[in-house]
């Protein structure tokens, strides 16, 4: 039997995942709305930044371990909330938590996310899993998933604020989206698509057709379906006032994910809130939001180390984390990364992925001369002159 090669990069899982998945499915987890400007801003704000190596040093070993809303984690990497993921591979939440568990990170699990958190935590273990809330269904709903997050011991909670309504995916209204309800009639759409990749149908035929979405019910304890779900997404969004009973409610860590500027910034801390992450949905939402990267600096300074801050978009490497920490974040998420892992070779490429995270920080850290995540400051990075990341429309675009 041929045996696979270990994945050696993002783009290298991007590309497996290219060949092993459906169009629709592929399409789903390249998102980017609108013109996906800001699918290219995440990855080209990154590019803008270059380090300032600090030569001839010796460190006995690098100390990538840190500690982040109170959760100790062995390198500053945690992996984001993604809905929907059983599509990509059939066991994706739990083959994340089983991944973050071995490398000793947190793991977010999304209110879309395709399995019930009561299953995915005995994946985790001890990893901190962090609950991802939508408003989707309302203020009852969301209550309800809050105490389900709290109960099952969800360490933090994530407050998604940057989707007021879904952004505008072109390719999923010219036909490459997932379907919301599968009958007969998207059976027969879906064919010509799904038949030639024989070994992805029958793994995902093994959770049943349907897609699902066992996290969030309704008042009457019926399953929100996925159209319900998207179609209520945020309806009322949730506003800055939700904060203090979310708050009361969970009783732990909530943290806003979705800021973007000073503005919000000062509100998220005005609010309670106890971490900001600094995010645009990986440029799934409001297309032409600014690259994350670019906006870190300006949050930092805003919250002037009330709260934890960490930023997630376009990370693709360890030296995008290492750029990210030398900025001020005091952690990253990341989202596709260990998405296309997982759909280019299941949980073994979720671990693969975190190893080379691992190496790739590492590697940069010895590479600049500095042994401690917690010693990374802005000396070691030089951005762009005036603010950075000039982002143009003559840049690089990300693989599609
Ligand atoms: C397939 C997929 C589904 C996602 N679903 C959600 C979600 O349900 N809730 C949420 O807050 N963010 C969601 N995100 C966004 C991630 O949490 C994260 O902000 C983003 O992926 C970071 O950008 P990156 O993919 O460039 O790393 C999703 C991302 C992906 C790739």
């Known amino acids: 039997m041929l045996r696979r090669k270990p994945l050696v990069s993002v783009d290298d899982a991007q590309r497996r995942a290219r060949r092993r998945l459906p169009r629709g499915v592929y399409d789903f987890v390249i998102g980017g709305s609108e013109a996906r400007l800001t699918l290219d801003h995440n990855l080209n704000g990154f590019a803008d930044i270059t380090f300032r190596p600090r030569y001839a040093v010796a460190h006995e070993r690098r100390n990538l371990a840190t500690t982040v809303l109170g959760c100790d984690l062995s390198m500053p990497v945690v992996l984001a909330p993604a809905g929907q993921l059983r599509p990509v591979f059939h066991d994706a939440e739990r083959a994340a938590a089983r991944a973050a568990r071995a490398a000793g990170i947190a793991v977010g699990v999304s209110t879309f996310a395709s399995t019930a958190i009561e299953e995915i935590m005995p994946a985790a273990g001890a990893a901190p899993v962090w609950y991802q809330l939508y408003f989707s269904g309302g203020r009852a709903v ?13 360490k ?49 035929l093994r959770g049943g057709i349907a897609l699902r979405v066992p996290n969030i019910r309704w008042p009457d304890g019926r399953e929100l379906t996925i159209e319900e779900a998207s179609l209520e997404r945020q309806t009322p969004p949730v506003t800055w006032d939700d904060f203090r009973w979310i708050k009361q409610h969970f009783g732990g860590p909530v943290v806003a994910k979705g800021v973007l500027t000073a503005e919000d910034a000062r509100r998220a801390v ?17 297309d032409s939001a600014p690259s994350t990267i670019r906006v870190l600096p300006e949050v930092l300074e805003a919250v002037g180390g009330q709260v934890e801050v960490l930023v997630d978009g376009g990370i693709r490497r360890g030296a995008d984390v290492v750029k990210a920490l030398a900025l001020g974040a ?71």
């Open 142 to 154: 969301a209550e309800a998933a809050v105490d389900r997050a709290r109960n099952v011991g969800c």
């Open 156 to 204: 933090a909670l994530l407050v998604t604020i940057d989707s007021p309504r879904t952004g505008y995916r072109e390719s999923a209204y010219l036909g490459n989206g997932l379907p919301h309800k599968v009958g007969l009639s998207t059976a027969l759409r879906f064919a010509p698509e799904v038949l030639p990749h024989p070994v992805w149908l029958a793994r995902y």
């Open 270 to 286: 005005d609010a309670g809130a106890d971490g900001i992450v600094v995010s645009n949905h990986g440029g799934y939402m409001l």
């Open 330 to 400: 005091r952690a990253v998420m990341i989202g596709r990364a260990y998405v296309w892992a997982l759909a280019a070779a299941g949980e073994q490429g979720a671990h693969e992925m975190l190893a080379l995270f691992r190496s790739g920080i590492e590697r940069t850290m010895t590479l600049i001369g500095c042994g401690d995540v917690a010693s990374l400051d802005r000396s070691y990075i030089d951005l762009p002159p005036g603010r950075l990341g000039r982002l143009d429309g003559s840049r690089p675009r990300a693989p599609r």
